[in-house]
């Protein structure tokens, strides 16, 4: 039982939603007269983990039905019918995270019964709600249905001379729409493409927007003062640096315009819009061009942190913490990396703050060649998922390398290639990514003992033609002092 939908469901419950769905399933309008009720408070017993051995059908039948012959039919019912109105309940959770669409579904049944003042006043309820958000991933969307809604409300007055604004309107918050939609669509085939090499004889979304004079829209925008010109901008730059990475100018344009427009975005939108012109920068790399898209990313990690934009409830992420250190690190930047390692691993969660300012001094200490103080501390570093076993394991295997402790280097290559390719829990990409670090770690070695000139050139040239892996500058550098 407890590997079942409901109790897979249930787990994901706070103890406040699992108080609230009590209430629900009490309640006749959910239950259709039948009481579940014992049969969840039952199962209840279990939560949160529902592990128990205990927890069985014969068991919970036992419990409700003392003396009875278990019947296997009874619980499945009841099971469905909890699932059910599980869904019910997420559906109205979901709801109330929401209360824009909860008002838009209100307002559309009002007028679907002919009531048209209250389908107005929902409309004005609506407009007011937008007007206190900033631009997060439904806002254009919302938009569009709400004033979608006020021209349904001028046809059934009669009116519809009044709608003639508010279709044109609608018309560009639609193409606005439109443009979010499809360069997240084009910037993810793109990723696709990139990490897994992909190649698509059918591509309609890059077919249709390849087809499409933007640029053109865009200038028509502007002329008019459009007041969403420079966010139609923002979506034609994004789709432009997918199909166009080699035209910087999109990349440039792309971060000004972010810089200029950031406040009027979520913080989770401004979180997209960085990791977009992030991962750019990471995809040029270094001496693609004449700009330094090492330091340029680390300018726009600054810039997120300077703006707030790294923190979600005041703190950061231990992913993003470690992300902007090595960011820094890269350009040689320890002063700042002590400084930031200070200042800023305070706003990690407290559950893995210890920990993860363990791994970054670690970091900090690889990059000074202080071997002994990155080996202490990563001793003092405590797992708190598989990546944090990654990040640790690959920091010894560069330190050892660099110590020139061969053995306890070789003993690391071989346990980080078993964690890797036995744990179900690391993704596709990130195993293909560090098993090809490994390879080119025993390929260092072999080429170390060859000391064959041709080899070391042949084998950097393909590092560097190579975007895909993990540590590639590491072993871009390794590689240029075994030649040297």
């Keep these: 039982m407890n590997n079942t939908k409901l109790i897979n469901v249930l787990r994901t419950f706070s103890k406040s939603e699992m108080k609230g769905f009590e209430k629900l399933v009490a309640s006749p309008f959910f239950n259709k007269g039948r009481n579940y009720l014992p049969f969840l408070k039952e199962l209840n017993k279990f939560y949160p983990e529902f592990d128990n051995e205990k927890m069985t059908d014969e068991y919970i039948f036992s419990k409700m039905y003392p003396g009875k012959k278990f019947n296997k039919q009874i619980i499945w019912n009841m099971t469905s019918a909890l699932v059910n109105m599980a869904e019910e309940f997420l559906m109205y959770v979901s709801l109330q995270k929401n209360p824009f669409e909860k008002n838009r579904l209100i307002a559309s049944e009002f007028l679907n019964r002919k009531m048209a003042g209250y389908f107005y006043k929902k409309l004005q309820e609506l407009e007011k709600i937008l007007g206190r958000k900033t631009f997060d991933e439904n806002y254009f969307a919302d938009k569009v249905n709400l004033e979608g809604g006020l021209a349904d409300f001028y046809f059934f007055e009669n009116k519809q001379h009044l709608a003639s604004d508010i279709l044109v309107s609608r018309g560009g918050l639609t193409v606005i729409n439109f443009l979010k939609t499809i360069s997240g669509i084009i910037s993810d085939i793109n990723a696709n493409s990139f990490m897994y090499n992909t190649k698509f004889e059918f591509n ?230 560090y098993n090809v670090f490994l390879s080119n770690i025993n390929k260092l070695l072999s080429l170390k003992e060859k000391n064959d000139a041709l080899e070391m050139d042949l084998f950097e040239t393909s590092l560097k033609n190579d975007k895909t892996f993990y540590f590639r500058d590491w072993l871009i550098e390794m590689a240029g002092n075994l030649k040297r």
């Design 204 to 433: 309609l979304a890059y077919e249709f927007i390849n087809n499409l004079n933007l640029g053109s829209i865009i200038d028509f925008a502007k002329r008019n003062n459009y007041e969403y010109a420079d966010i139609m901008e923002m979506y034609h730059c994004y789709i432009k640096t997918a199909l166009e990475p080699e035209k910087i100018e999109y990349f440039f344009r792309l971060k000004t315009l972010f810089e200029e427009n950031f406040s009027k975005f979520d913080r989770d939108t401004n979180v997209t819009w960085v990791n977009a012109l992030s991962n750019y920068c990471v995809i040029k790399g270094p001496g693609s061009s004449d700009y330094d898209f090492n330091k340029i990313q680390f300018e726009i990690h600054k810039f997120q942190l300077e703006n707030q934009i790294a923190f979600e409830e005041g703190h950061i992420s231990k992913t993003l913490f470690i992300q902007i250190l090595k960011s820094a690190l890269k350009l040689g930047e320890i002063q700042w990396a002590k400084q930031y390692i200070e200042e800023y691993s305070p706003r990690l969660r407290s559950a893995y703050q210890k920990t993860t300012k363990a791994l970054a001094h670690a970091y900090l200490f690889r990059k000074t060649k202080n071997y002994d103080s990155v080996l202490e501390n990563l001793g003092k570093v405590k797992f708190v998922d598989v990546m944090d076993k990654l990040n640790v394991k690959s920091l010894y295997i560069m330190t050892y390398y660099e110590k020139r402790d061969i053995e306890t280097l070789l003993y690391q290559v071989d346990s980080t290639r078993q964690l890797i390719n036995k744990n179900r829990g690391i993704g596709e990409k990130i195993c293909g990514s």
